[in-house]
């Protein structure tokens, strides 16, 4: 199991933006996609946001496309996801989470991470 930190939630106003950063230990960080995922109170958690394992492919969901940007950094084990015009109703606490396999492709599918963050807590006041 790879430990997995988030940071970078918070309270911010309808229409702002904040950065969560996913940091992972290790020197096989480079190898292994990347995803955000999110919880919001009384809903199952949905896919954000993947990254490959190069960086090379980015994938979003539907409803953010366009206000939502992951990158990374593989010389500083670390994922950003960049939220702007952010909605009271994505309210949530936001998860990275590594693939089960390295060198895989992409995937938007849960069950393809084994290796989650703890969460940070991301509210967006209307």
């Known amino acids: 199991q790879v430990q997995l930190v988030e940071s970078g939630g918070g309270l911010v106003q309808a229409g702002g933006s904040l950065r969560l950063s996913c940091t992972a230990p290790?020197?096989?960080?480079?190898?292994?996609?990347m995803g955000w995922f999110r919880q919001a109170p009384g809903k199952e958690r949905e896919f954000v946001a993947g990254?490959?394992?190069?960086?090379?492919?980015?994938y979003s969901a539907g409803s953010v496309k366009g206000r939502f940007t992951i990158s990374r950094d593989n010389a500083k084990n670390t994922v950003y996801l960049q939220m702007n015009s952010l909605k009271p109703e994505e309210t949530a606490v936001y998860y990275c989470?590594?693939?089960?396999?390295?060198?895989?492709?992409?995937?938007?599918?849960?069950?393809?991470?084994?290796?989650w963050g703890q969460g940070t807590q991301v509210t967006v006041s209307s």
């Open positions: 290790g020197r096989t960080f480079s190898r292994y996609a």
């Open positions: 990254i490959s394992w190069s960086g090379g492919s980015l």
């Open positions: 989470a590594r693939s089960n396999t390295a060198f895989a492709v992409l995937s938007t599918t849960q069950d393809n991470y084994d290796n």
